[in-house]
Nanobody, 114 residues
Framework: EVQLAESGGGLVQPGGSLRLSCAAS????????MKWVRQAPGKGPEWVSG????????YYADSVKGRFTISRDNAKNTLYLQMNSLKLEDTAVYVC???????RGQGTQVTVSS
């Protein structure tokens, strides 16, 4: 059974940091490009960041560039998103997924609030 399980979300003050993790199982994680997408209340999904299967190429939305860092550990079948300098507008459910969206997790809530 394919599973993508996100963790690490929570409530944080503006300017704070969180590290999201996405544990993958049931498929060959190291063969897939991966991505993080988010969905804020009342808004459509927004692509946040992507990483190629080997981890050597990363991509970011302009809204998070310089603040977020995507990474992966293929030995641990885990995808990460380090989020620094968080802003109110980063509040959303963060979902990890394979690059083409074949597999996706349920998401983890990130709330940035003072």
């Amino acid at each position: 059974e394919v599973q993508l399980a996100e963790s690490g979300g929570g409530l944080v003050q503006p300017g704070g940091s969180l590290r999201l993790s996405c544990a993958a199982s049931g498929f060959t994680f190291g063969s897939y490009d991966m991505k993080w997408v988010r969905q804020a209340p009342g808004k459509g999904p927004e692509w946040v960041s992507g990483i190629n299967s080997g981890g050597g190429r990363t991509y970011y939305a302009d809204s998070v560039k310089g603040r977020f860092t995507i990474s992966r550990d293929n030995a641990k079948n885990t995808l990460y998103l380090q989020m620094n300098s968080l802003k109110l507008e980063d509040t959303a459910v963060y979902v990890c997924a394979t690059g083409a969206g074949k597999y996706r997790g349920q998401g983890t809530q990130v709330t940035v609030s003072s």
